[in-house]
């Protein structure tokens, strides 16, 4: 079965801790990218990868980081730096075309 | 600065009647536009889309219309069906081919399809 898998799909963490979000794909794309959701407010794009080893920053990159070792895997890292981090977090896929494909996602909540 | 605007956060429409969303772009830069629908808890799913260079592409009860002169698309559903209640969020792209697409998210259309 082609596609994206993210783990775990609720997190919980204290405030003040790092968390690492998982996205794996299975569709040999490309690229890949983070999006965040928040209620009312679309989704919004954290960090993005056009190949391995290489990144950019998307529109709310602040509190986050990434890393792109493999071509199946792209984990977004919440830091504590980040002010709210409580939200939907979204993985998605594309190659070259515009169309992306989304992960199930991840709710994240911090206390 | 919102550069892809969908203003209606929400459209109730009768089951078999048109469900028609709207979204509004403010960058010219834009050459294709999709659509994708989202259940909650779940990530969105393609459904549609079309390139500048269009008016309009239909795809089966799904039709997406294009006004490049008033930076404005549409989405219709005919018939629309108690399935097609979700969150339809439109898209907006400005690269061209050959490289991975970077889109502009709207803040989403809440459909609800009743009986």
């Known amino acids: 079965d082609g596609g994206i898998t993210q783990s775990p799909k609720y997190l919980f963490r204290k405030e003040g801790q790092n968390v690492t979000l998982s996205c794996e794909q ?12 928040d209620p009312g407010q679309g989704l919004r794009l954290i960090y993005y990868s056009q190949i391995v080893n290489d990144f950019q920053k998307g529109d709310i990159a602040e509190g986050y980081s990434v890393s792109r ?12 730096a980040q002010k709210n981090p409580t939200a939907f977090y979204l993985c998605a ?9 989304f992960g199930p996602g991840t709710r994240l909540t911090v206390t | 600065d919102q550069q892809v605007k969908q203003n209606s956060p929400s459209l109730s429409v009768q089951e078999g009647r ?21 259940y909650p808890a779940e990530g969105p799913t393609f459904l549609i889309s079309i390139s500048s260079i269009k008016d309009k592409n239909e795809d089966g009860r799904f039709t997406v219309f294009l006004n490049k002169s008033a930076k404005h ?25 050959g490289t991975a697409s970077k889109l502009t998210f709207g803040t989403g259309t809440r459909l609800q399809v009743t009986l």
């Open chain 2, 73 to 97: 698309l549409s989405l219709h559903i005919v018939p629309s069906q108690p399935g097609d209640s979700a969150v339809y969020f439109c898209a907006a792209s400005g690269l061209g081919t």
């Open chain 2, 18 to 38: 048109i469900s028609i969303l709207n979204c509004d772009y403010t960058n010219s830069m834009f050459d294709y536009f999709l659509w994708y629908k989202k």
């Open chain 1, 69 to 80: 070792e493999k071509k199946e895997s792209f984990p977004l890292t919440v830091t504590s």
């Open chain 1, 26 to 37: 299975n569709l040999n794309h490309d690229a890949m990218y983070w999006y965040r959701q």
């Open chain 1, 93 to 101: 896929s594309g190659d070259r075309s515009y169309e992306q494909y």
